[in-house]
């Protein structure tokens, strides 16, 4: 017996500071006016996507002590853009990423209680940690904690939400306007949090919201990021594209969760997935090299070599053959606020890596940053990058993918009116929303569906 079709979970991220975005492109608009925030919003929901996701940049990033302004530079705060568009849509999913480093619980949770109050039950929190000292800057902590104390906080913060989210039942508002009488229970919102990185206690002043909580997302691949996912997450990003790292880290999550007693389906995996569309898929692949030219200009590939190398090369032709000097290990680094540059552990090997892949290839310094760069992870005609997505989810390799366009705010739209309806023939995605909220969307169910019998009776 084949086993039933899985249906695909459809996303939308709004691309912030990173050289995905063609930025320069004539069909490219703002990435700070509404209307861009708008129309993408609008294409995701007629395309029935589940929900729309914005990033978050709390410092721009800087390159020899100036904003590094080859990516697009500038992010509009995460409420008040999802607060905007839960007015300009009616189904989709709102997901905000806000960092439990330098926030405080009852303040987000707030936040997050109003959206989903404001959207009918819509929002969605990617819980992030933050990682440098350099973004620390900007906040009254001036540092950053060590891994295992930011997931150690980031546990703790997401716990005291919950607790305030759950300190109104959602039965306390009487509102009988006969006898004046508004609140049945006087205590509503009233909370107590002792723990290692939080003593608080007072009353939540938001009352129990359509979902009872928001959606949680979470973004972490270290042993300690799954882990946290695995114990409470609702989903998960991942940044595997090919099958077979897909479905590693897809079997590695999901096995998980049976010692925090939950099921593989109260977790959905979700990568990032980039796309190029065209009418054959030779024409897709010459579009894709072009677009991958557009996002590494000269300038944007001796930036990226000054990643690995810590030194200033702008003197060097990004046409020409990379440095022959080796890269500088130092604590201090070029690039700041990049969280990039963690990969490169051991920069002079790279580098050496790097002389052998451009000299076997001829590549030049842009060549080889194009090469050695993430691609766009589906390639070619519309039924060609439809049949893929669906055969990574149907091989449990992902659970759906969080589509990032490279053009804003059109970059959407060939894919909605294009891709979709394909999906949407195979019986794999939905063609109408099939409730109101995100959890729905999500198929994950409402946080009181699961509530102890002492508290739903109380």
Excluded: C
Excluded at 171 to 198: N, P, S
Excluded at 213 to 220: H, K, M, N, T, W
Excluded at 284 to 306: D, M, P
Excluded at 420 to 448: I, K, M, S
């Amino acid at each position: 017996m084949s086993k039933p079709l899985k249906q695909i979970h459809l996303a939308a991220h709004f691309p912030g500071v990173n050289n995905t975005t063609v930025w320069s492109a004539p069909a490219a608009g703002s990435h700070i006016e509404f209307s861009s925030f708008a129309h993408f919003a609008r294409t995701a929901e007629r395309a029935k996507f589940d929900f729309l996701f914005l990033a978050e940049g709390l410092r721009l990033r800087e390159q020899g002590g100036t904003i590094y302004d080859l990516d697009v530079v500038g992010r509009p705060d995460t409420f008040t853009v999802l607060a905007a568009l839960a007015a300009v849509t009616e189904r989709l999913g709102l997901t905000g990423t806000i960092n439990s480093t330098f926030n405080e619980p009852y303040e987000v949770a707030r936040q997050f209680a109003s959206l989903d109050h404001l959207s009918d039950g819509r929002s969605a929190w990617n819980v992030v940690t933050s990682w440098d000292a350099f973004t620390g800057e900007n906040f009254r902590r001036g540092g950053f904690l060590p891994q295992d104390e930011r997931y150690s906080r980031a546990k703790e913060f997401l716990a005291t939400a919950h607790e305030l989210f759950d300190s109104w039942r959602g039965d306390e508002i009487l509102a009988d306007q006969a006898t004046g009488t508004f609140l049945r229970d006087a205590k509503a919102g009233a909370f107590v949090h002792q723990g290692q990185h939080f003593d608080i206690h007072g009353r939540f002043n938001v009352p129990r919201s359509p979902q009872g909580r928001p959606v949680i997302f979470q973004a972490g691949d270290s042993e300690e990021g799954r882990e946290f996912a695995a114990s409470g997450a609702d989903a998960i990003f991942s940044r595997y594209s090919t099958l077979k790292e897909g479905q590693a880290f897809y079997t590695d999550v999901k096995s998980r969760l049976a010692k925090y007693g939950r099921r593989p389906d109260q977790l959905l995996i979700l990568p990032a997935a980039t796309f190029v569309l065209g009418d054959t898929d030779q024409e897709a692949a010459e579009l894709a090299r072009e677009v991958r030219r557009q996002q590494v200009s000269g300038a944007t590939a001796i930036k990226h070599l000054e990643f690995v190398w810590n030194r200033d090369l702008s003197a060097y032709d990004p046409e020409g053959p990379l440095p022959d000097v080796d890269p500088v290990v130092a604590e201090e680094h070029i690039s700041r606020g990049r969280a990039q540059v963690r990969m490169y552990r051991d920069p002079v090997a790279i580098a050496r890596e790097w002389r052998q892949l451009a000299e076997a290839n001829k590549w030049s310094i842009r060549d080889l940053v194009i090469n050695t760069g993430n691609r766009q992870s589906f390639v070619g005609s519309p039924a060609t990058v439809a049949q893929t997505i669906n055969d990574f989810v149907q091989a449990d390799a992902s659970d759906g993918f969080i589509l990032v366009p490279h053009i804003t705010p059109g970059g959407l739209d060939a894919f909605a009116d294009q891709v979709v309806p394909l999906l949407q023939e195979q019986g794999v995605f939905r063609t109408e929303y099939g409730g109101t909220t995100l959890r729905d969307h999500l198929g994950l169910a409402h946080p009181d569906a699961d509530a102890p019998a002492e508290r739903a009776a109380s």
